[in-house]
């Protein structure tokens, strides 16, 4: 067993922050209530924000590294940024709007050291209603993980959720995965030296599929650990944002390029569409008949139409990422 008391670090906390100063000081506290037993530090990277992030870390967290960029960098490159620099021998990746609900590191830490040849770790995710939501996949490869885009656009994962009782069970025991939640990850460093870092041509969105990837194929394992919990805020709540939409479509284009040029770029477009519209039908029908949601459902309407339309106009049919 490792010995948490230490002057060396164990585990360095990186943190990208983009104008979420709101959810990031709770995030923070959060670390430091449920990591008391380890040595640690923490990393924050702002990406430019503009509601004083900053100043607010350094009047508040004098402890923190701090970061600042000139511009916003994106998810991979920040985290990059930060690994580079980081002490830990191992690295928790967090998302600034997540809270850690339990004090349960340790025993991670634990299970990394007799376990070496694990190389990520993700816990299970709940929304800010305490609800399960999607913390893995089994998918290893990317063919695996197409089928599996498959089944979500034609609601085939939803309905087993719905229908399923043991879609979590606290008490399960970790087990091998092919890709987790890239809201929270536990990385083992030295895996870096073989694996290499986050892939800088994702902005945002994918990078974290495509990591797991990397590690299956160096022969890593990607285990999920269901008894460390981490909140997620914006997996739910704020609704169906085109932006964030439009930018995980544009990243599993880049996604399914880099490993079957073209063709997988075309893959991507059709696998969307067809998602988009699965989601345009399910939501006109509920327009129809629950009248109390309307306004929600029809912002959710006009969003789909706006992707969909995104596909024939120049800049999607001109968006070619030049990514091998």
């Known amino acids: ?10 585990v360095s906390v990186i943190v990208v922050n983009y104008n979420t100063w709101h959810y990031l000081r709770p995030c923070l506290e959060s670390i430091k209530e449920h990591f008391k037993p380890i040595s640690y530090e923490i990393i924050v990277v702002d990406n430019n924000s503009t509601d004083n992030s900053p100043q607010l870390i350094k009047d508040h967290y004098a402890d923190i590294n701090l970061i600042e960029n000139n511009e916003n960098k994106g998810f991979a490159k920040a985290n990059n940024q930060a690994i580079r620099g980081a002490k830990g021998e191992y690295l928790f990746l967090l998302n600034s709007d997540t809270l850690i609900l339990n004090s ?3 025993e991670i830490i634990n299970y990394l050291e007799r376990n070496p040849e694990v190389g990520i770790i993700g816990p299970a995710i709940f929304n800010e209603n305490d609800e399960f939501v999607n913390s893995f996949s089994v998918s290893r490869t990317l063919k695996q993980h197409q089928i599996e885009m498959l089944k979500d656009a034609f609601y085939v994962q939803r309905l087993r959720m719905v229908f399923s009782r043991n879609h979590h069970e606290p008490s399960l025991a970790p087990f091998q995965v092919g890709i987790v ?45 269901p008894d460390y919990k981490v ?8 609704g169906i944002n085109l932006w964030l939409l439009l930018q ?10 880099k490993y079957q040029g073209h063709p997988g770029e075309y893959l991507a477009r059709v696998i969307f569409i067809i998602w988009i519209l699965s989601r345009s039908l399910y939501s006109l029908v509920s327009y129809l008949f629950l009248l109390r949601e309307r306004g929600v459902i029809g912002r959710h309407l006009e969003i789909y139409l706006k992707a969909l339309i995104w596909h024939f106009t120049l800049e999607g049919i001109n968006f070619n990422e030049q990514i091998r």
């Open 248 to 257: 995980y479509h544009k990243s599993n284009i880049k996604l399914f390029k």
């Open 104 to 106: 349960g590191l340790s």
């Open 181 to 225: 939640n890239g809201s929270a990850m536990i990385v083992r460093k030295s895996a870096l030296a073989t694996v290499g870092l986050l892939d800088e041509r994702f902005f945002f969105c994918a990078e974290e599929v495509d990591w797991c990837f990397r590690f299956n194929e160096a022969g890593f394992k990607v285990m999920y650990y």
């Open 1 to 10: 067993m490792i010995e948490m008391h230490t002057d060396r670090k164990i």
């Open 231 to 238: 909140r997620h805020y914006l997996r739910s709540g704020q």
